[in-house]
Each structure stands twice: as structure tokens, then as C-alpha cells.
């Protein structure tokens, strides 16, 4: 395993090779740890994390606090990989400057390299201004977890000509990648080839030069409900629970502790 840090000309040179990228969710130290060691490219710091982590149905209750708290945790734990943080709604929304300041924090105060920001055309702007102040953006197509509310629920976008337009101007404006999710995959295809930067799909099928997942969904610790692009690469949540049942019957049994976990 090559122990080079990854950097932002880094992926966009694994496109020009051909070569698939590899990004994974991660939200504290422990599983920062475990990715980076398992060769991923990227760490996303998502603000998934509201749903899969404090349990709430949406990303939107996740705030700046919270996102650059989970990133420090998860850019002390990685030594390769490229840590990018997901900016949560409405920490980029209401103004640019308000976008510049917050986009800041992540890689002033949480060691992050990189941002995350849903849309298209209507962050232009914000994109060249990121640019501008020497922050790297990737950007967010199709479906926008974010604005669940306006498209009704989370729900495979296909708006073709909308979406390769949205990916060319978020490349012109600077974007060094760009995730696309539940996209039809004749669609994240053909944005794969008109781009020169490489996208990385979820919910967008085969034809991506990279693929992300939510850590959760892919260790099976979060079963409340598994949409059809998730694959389960491990049960730890049964794994898990196993474990803590014994430790509590041996625990009511009088099993545990034995002599060799007491001091003398
Ligand atoms: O918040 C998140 O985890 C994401 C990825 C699933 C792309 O935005």
C-alpha cells in the first residue's frame, strides 16, 4: 500500500490513468483509523452523520459545531487519505462570504483539505470563490440530500440535459471532483465522460470513476433502511450486539470478571 499522502492533483491524475477512486463516510477517530488503514482515497466527514449518528431523519439538523467536531476527530485519525468536510445546510446558503468563512473553518480549525457543498450552477459562484481563497471543492449533483423537502423526498434525479449542464459548470468554476448521486447510471456516464474531472457516485451505477458509501451502511450498523445502490460488506451490528449480550450474561452469571482481570 502506497503510504503518499492523497492530494487533490492525486485524484484528478487517477482519472486521467483510468484508475477507480475509493471515498468512504467516516465521523470519529476510531473509523478515521480503520478506513485510511484499509486504503481508502477519501474520508467524507458527512453530514450523514445527523442521520447515522445523532438519529435524526435528515442531514439538515447537523450544524458547523458538530461537523468541525466529527472532522478534527477524523483528521487526527488519518495519515493518507484526502479528509473532506461536508459543510451542513445553511453554513454556505445564505451569502458567499458567510460560504467562504465557514468553508475555512474546516481546513483552519479541523485539519480537513477539502469541502463538500450540494448543487449545481447556483454555486458557481461560491465554487470560484472557495478557488479564490485556496480551498478545494467537491461537488454535489442529483440527488441533494439537503433539499429533500424541495424534491419531495429522496428520489433518482434525471434530468439530463439540467444535470451535464450542472456538472460542466461546476468543473469550469474549479471543483476538483464531483459526487453524483441517484442519477440513472446512462446519465452519471455520460457526465463521466464529458467531465475531466472524476466523478464519484452513489446511487449512480457502474460507469463512475470512483464510488462512495456511508461507513455505516457498508459495516451494517445502520439497518433502519437500506436503499438499493448500498451493498453490506459486514454485519457489525449483529457482530456487535452478540458481543454485549455475553458480556452481560456473563456478567449476571457471576462469570466475569475471573482471577486474571483482578489485581492483587
Ligand atoms: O453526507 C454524506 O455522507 C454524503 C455522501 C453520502 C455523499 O453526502
Not at 485524484?11 to 468512504?24: A, H, V, Y
Request: with cysteine; hydrophobic share 45%; charged share 25%.
Amino acid at each position: 500500500m502506497a503510504t503518499q499522502p492523497v492530494t487533490v492533483p492525486a485524484l484528478l491524475d487517477k482519472k486521467k490513468k483510468g484508475e477507480r477512486i475509493c471515498m468512504i463516510t467516516a465521523y470519529d477517530w476510531t473509523f478515521a483509523r480503520i478506513v485510511d488503514r484499509a486504503g481508502v482515497d477519501v474520508v467524507l466527514v458527512g453530514d450523514s452523520l445527523a442521520m447515522v449518528v445523532q438519529g435524526h431523519g435528515t442531514s439538515l439538523p447537523a450544524t458547523m459545531d458538530q461537523m468541525l467536531y466529527h472532522t478534527g476527530m477524523v483528521a487526527r485519525g488519518v495519515e493518507r487519505a484526502l479528509v473532506v468536510g461536508d459543510m451542513p445546510f445553511l453554513s454556505y446558503q445564505p451569502s458567499l462570504e458567510e460560504g467562504v468563512r465557514n468553508a475555512g473553518r474546516f481546513l483552519k480549525e479541523a485539519g480537513a483539505a477539502a469541502v463538500k457543498i450540494e448543487g449545481g450552477a447556483v454555486r458557481e459562484p461560491l465554487i470560484r470563490a472557495l478557488g479564490d481563497a485556496g480551498i478545494p471543492v467537491l461537488a454535489h449533483l442529483g440527488l441533494l440530500p439537503q433539499s429533500v423537502h424541495l424534491m419531495g423526498g429522496y428520489k433518482v434525479q434525471r434530468e439530463e440535459e439540467r444535470l451535464l449542464r450542472d456538472a460542466a459548470i461546476v468543473e469550469q468554476a474549479g471543483a476538483f471532483a464531483v459526487v453524483l448521486e441517484g442519477i440513472p447510471e446512462a446519465i452519471s456516464q455520460k457526465i463521466t465522460e464529458a467531465l475531466a474531472i472524476p466523478t464519484i457516485g452513489i446511487g449512480a451505477g457502474r460507469y463512475c470513476d470512483g464510488q462512495v458509501l456511508v461507513l455505516h451502511d457498508v459495516l451494517g450498523l445502520f439497518t433502519e433502511f437500506t436503499p438499493k445502490f448500498v451493498k453490506r460488506y459486514a454485519d457489525l451490528g449483529a457482530l456487535a450486539m452478540e458481543a454485549v449480550r455475553l458480556f452481560r450474561d456473563e456478567v449476571v452469571a457471576g462469570a466475569f470478571p475471573e482471577e486474571k482481570h483482578a489485581y492483587r
